[in-house]
């Protein structure tokens, strides 16, 4: 059984930054590709970002285009995302997922495995 394990949120001013990582344990990192979702009070979950385990090819949500930036370490079985110039809109609890498929889905519904989320607030 996959299990992911988020860190690295916090609280921040506007216009800061921030890096979360996710471990990873339980399967083979280098088959997964990763993403990153967030959900903010009374909201849907969001896209944020993915990276593939194909080519490291990636994507991203049109709110963080520009700022964010995903990546991963294979040898550590971790993925990460680096956030900067970030909004109060940003504010949300971030969640790590992962699934076993080559492609860069960008909906909830196509990955397998999740972390329990780690909180980002941005104040303003």
């Known amino acids: 059984q996959v299990q992911l394990i988020e860190s690295g949120g916090g609280l921040v001013q506007a216009g800061g930054s921030l890096r979360l990582s996710c471990a990873a344990s339980?399967?083979?990192?280098?088959?997964?590709?990763m993403a990153w979702f967030r959900q903010a009070p009374g909201r849907e979950r969001e896209f944020v970002a993915t990276?593939?385990?194909?080519?490291?090819?990636?994507s991203y949500g049109d709110s963080v285009k520009g700022r964010f930036t995903i990546s991963r370490d294979n040898a550590k079985s971790t993925a990460y995302l680096q956030m900067n110039s970030l909004k109060p809109e940003d504010s949300a609890v971030y969640y790590c997922?992962?699934?076993?498929?080559?492609?860069?889905?960008?909906?909830?519904?196509?990955?397998?495995?999740w972390g329990q989320g780690t909180q980002v607030t941005v104040s303003s």
């Open positions: 997922a992962a699934n076993f498929r080559g492609a860069l889905y960008t909906t909830v519904r196509n990955y397998d495995y």
């Open positions: 339980g399967g083979t990192f280098n088959r997964y590709t």
């Open positions: 990276i593939s385990w194909v080519d490291g090819s990636t």
